[in-house]
């Protein structure tokens, strides 16, 4: 995994610590809503009902209405991958994230690119016979030193090139407070 150090600016700061406030709500919601499963109640919600109920939720909430979508959707898959690798990563249940000690979310690319085999023929999907278009991020180099990526709602943050840049399809933001 490749770390990069960004330097938003002070309005991007703030816009990223309301997506950090927003991915943990919505991650701390669904650990409360599995926590309440027992034996012989009903399964509690998968990701497409979760994502319903966030639809429900940004309707009747002003401040969760005012975060980006992408955002809090992307907490609640990371939240079902966890749930489903419990037993395989040897980290278990999935647990609560705590303000000032778990800050971050997720972002996946908005870029479209086709995808390629390894043998540099075009990946075809089976049903259609199209190309598959993958996901990738949208990061400019500015200069041997410097480059920005796209954080949505937050616009264009840099952050210095300390090794080459590998390709991504997601990228995750997370804030360290020292």
Known sequence: MTRFRMYPRREQE????????HARYVW????EQHSHWRRG???APGFAEQCRQLTEARAASEWLRAGNQTVQVQALKDFTQAKNARFTSGFGEPTWRKKFRHEGFRVIGDDRVPEYNEDGTPKLNAKTGKQVM????????????WAQVKVPGCGWVRFRLTRDLPSAKTFRVTLKIF
């Open 14 to 21: 703030q816009q990223m610590l309301l997506h950090c406030a």
């Open 28 to 31: 701390n919601l669904a650990v």
């Open 41 to 43: 109640r009903k399964a």
């Open 134 to 145: 993958g996901r990738s991020v949208v990061v400019q180099e500015l200069n041997r030193r």
